[in-house]
């Protein structure tokens, strides 16, 4: 059925809060929702500068915008990224889960290092920014958090921090879904599958290997992932859902 309630839109003067907004997924997708008319917050690590200039090109869109240093694997600031974003803006309406890092290699040679790190920065991060959350969004607020297409179909070694460390955010979104859709919060999941960003470049050494996995033979955009990011934020009956956006990486 094709009724203007079936198009959704981030409504105009929500504020979204998109953690590792500096580049990449982040970057298009605050850019995305200040489009559809959000005010928002982006947090970064080392990007200051990348931050900076994500917020001129949503106040240039006529949105409010406001760069904070907020490191996911640091437990008071995980938290503190809402606090921040709730003081700066004054409301929280959109949560967007999207810092990341990745850790490949043979699981033999995964140190104890690399698995408190993965784990503290996509695990621990993304359950505390989303516990702040829960105490300070508005009631139909929206919490989207971005996986991995690893979650679905592992294509080939070298994967097991990473896919584990993404396979906890389904539970995380399921569980969450479950917890405040009373309040009219959805909370889902968003697996890109390869993306040309500076983690995962298209031209990088395994580029044309990862292209190859997919149904259509190409890397995805950033914008491309934005774009489901933002029908999301949007969407009042969609929770607990798992969405890919991979170029057919599982079919
Ligand atoms: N690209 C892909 O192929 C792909 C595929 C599947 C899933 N993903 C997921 O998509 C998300 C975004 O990835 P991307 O490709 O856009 O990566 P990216 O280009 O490397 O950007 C990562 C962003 O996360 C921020 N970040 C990194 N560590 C952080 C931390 N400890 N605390 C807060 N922010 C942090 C970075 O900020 P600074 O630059 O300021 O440090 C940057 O803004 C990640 O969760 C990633 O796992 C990516």
Known sequence: MNSPANIVKVPSGKVALVTGGSRGIGAATALRLAREGADVVVTYVNGKEAAEDVVRAVEALGRRAV???????????AAGAVTGAVRALGRLDVLVNNAGVG?????????????DRVLAVNVRGAFLTSQAAASHMTD????????????????????????????????LTKALARELGGRGITANIVHPGPIDTGMNPADGPHGPAQA???????????????AMIAHLAGASYVTGAEFSVDGGHAA
């Open 67 to 77: 760069a904070l240093r907020a490191d996911a694997a640091d437990a008071e600031e």
């Open 103 to 115: 850790v490949l290699g043979p699981v033999e040679t995964l140190s104890l290092t690399d698995v």
């Open 140 to 171: 139909g607020g929206r919490i989207i958090t971005v996986g991995t297409c690893m979650t679905q179909r592992v294509p080939g070694p070298g994967g097991t921090l990473y896919a584990m460390s993404k396979a906890a955010l389904v539970g």
């Open 212 to 226: 190859a996995m997919t149904a259509v033979g190409r890397f995805g955009t950033a914008d491309e992932v934005a």
